[in-house]
């Protein structure tokens, strides 16, 4: 009998296209949706296991094997440096880590920025691009709502994400620099895709294919 993967889906901005590629390649998800109470959804017939996790925990459950892939953004997995392998790189879910201020507070360069108050949901990114650029700045860690951060003077700047700009914008900041670019990843667990290779290959080339025909449609148009 075939043994069932488990995939992990993270709640956000990336669940709905992880949700349409899946099914585009016969793992379709009847039944799960982000908001659902039942955080584990199973179907008998594709041998498929869905979870439902908070994104920045997504990796962890596949870091453990308690799911065999996952779809999570570049951003989490800088962020939390967990043991897993990335498989592939879907593409969607564009977006950058930059660093922003209030208009108001704009200085002419990044070094002017030293020692202040920078609140992020990723303070080891943050810490590291710093540190790169000889700048001492504290860190102070949120876990969501960042833009606040300066609007209320609990830090001068912010590292946060940028995906279509609306934050920023209607929170009257700046951005300053741009620290690097995300897009969603499908990752597995090393030994599950040692002991379920056929399975996930077989995955990974169907993802691969579609991604490239979807490509093409784009181009086409
Ligand atoms: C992310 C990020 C920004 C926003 C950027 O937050 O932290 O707040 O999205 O997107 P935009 O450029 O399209 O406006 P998210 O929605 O994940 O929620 P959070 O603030 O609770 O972390």
Do not use: W
């Amino acid at each position: 009998m075939e043994e069932y993967i488990t995939i992990a889906l993270p709640k956000g901005k990336l669940f709905k296209r992880s949700l349409d590629l899946l099914a585009k390649v016969g793992y379709s998800a009847e039944g799960v949706s982000e908001n659902s109470r039942k955080l584990v959804i199973a179907n008998e017939e594709t041998k498929v296991r869905f979870i439902i996790t908070k994104t920045v925990d997504l990796p962890t459950y596949v870091e453990y094997g308690a799911a065999d892939i996952g779809i999570i953004g570049k951003d989490v997995l800088l962020e939390e440096q967990k043991d897993v392998y990335e498989l592939l790189d879907l593409g969607f879910g564009k977006c950058r880590l930059m660093m922003a201020v209030p208009e108001a507070k704009k200085r002419s360069e990044l070094k002017d920025y030293a020692h202040l108050r920078v609140a992020t949901k990723y303070p080891r990114c943050a810490r590291e691009y710093f540190d790169k650029l000889g700048i001492q700045m504290e860190i102070v860690k949120l876990n969501g709502s960042i833009e606040l951060g300066p609007l209320i003077g609990l830090s001068e700047l912010i590292v946060d994400i940028v995906e279509t700009g609306t934050t920023i914008k209607e929170n009257k900041l700046m951005e300053v620099d741009s620290i690097f670019t995300s897009t969603a990843r499908l990752i597995a667990n090393p030994v599950s895709f040692k002991l379920k290779f056929e399975r996930l290959h077989k995955l990974v080339v169907d993802l691969r294919a579609v991604l490239a025909a979807e490509k093409g449609d784009k181009k086409a148009k």
